[in-house]
């Protein structure tokens, strides 16, 4: 479930992890979502028991990231289109045009789905909290209700 008082939360969480000068190998990982969908490790850093991932995810227009969950806590802005959000219950629990920003709360109690309804790509910075080694989302069922 998206809340979206987190917006200023997610836009300092990001804005300090740049400010602090964060870097770290860069590479491409899709995303297990419809074709074309692509992410991009911008930077990454440990802190303890804790990876910081900054990643450029790109979902072309029609497409999804699939169902999914994540082990820590996503962090997001949106840099291009507009992002529909679903929650297990397959209600659209969030639209995110350019410039707004989004939490994704961790654990298996929280899937969902990213969605480009649109005609032109959906383009998201990523901030991942996560623990050590984690991976960056867990692939999770469809919950039956047509949306991939």
């Known amino acids: 479930m998206l809340k979206k008082n987190y917006a200023r939360r997610a836009a300092l969480v990001v804005s300090l992890a740049a400010g602090i000068g964060l870097t770290g190998a860069a590479g491409a990982q899709a995303t297990p979502a419809g074709p074309g969908v692509s992410g991009v490790i911008l930077w990454q850093k440990t802190v303890g028991k804790t990876d910081y991932i900054m990643r450029e995810i790109t979902i072309p227009a029609?497409?999804?990231?699939?169902w999914h969950y994540h082990n820590g806590t996503l962090y997001a802005v949106v840099k291009h289109g507009t992002l529909t959000h679903y929650d297990d219950d397959c209600k659209?629990?969030?639209r995110y045009r350019q410039g707004a920003y989004l939490t994704e709360p961790s654990g298996a109690d929280h899937v969902h789905i990213g969605r480009n309804e649109g005609s032109t790509d959906v383009v998201l910075d990523v901030l991942y909290v996560d623990p050590a080694g984690s991976p960056l989302s867990v692939d999770?069922?469809?919950p039956g209700c047509g949306i991939e």
Request: avoid cysteine; proline fraction near 9%.
């Open 62 to 66: 029609h497409q999804g990231t699939g």
């Open 92 to 94: 659209v629990d969030g």
């Open 140 to 142: 999770a069922p469809s």
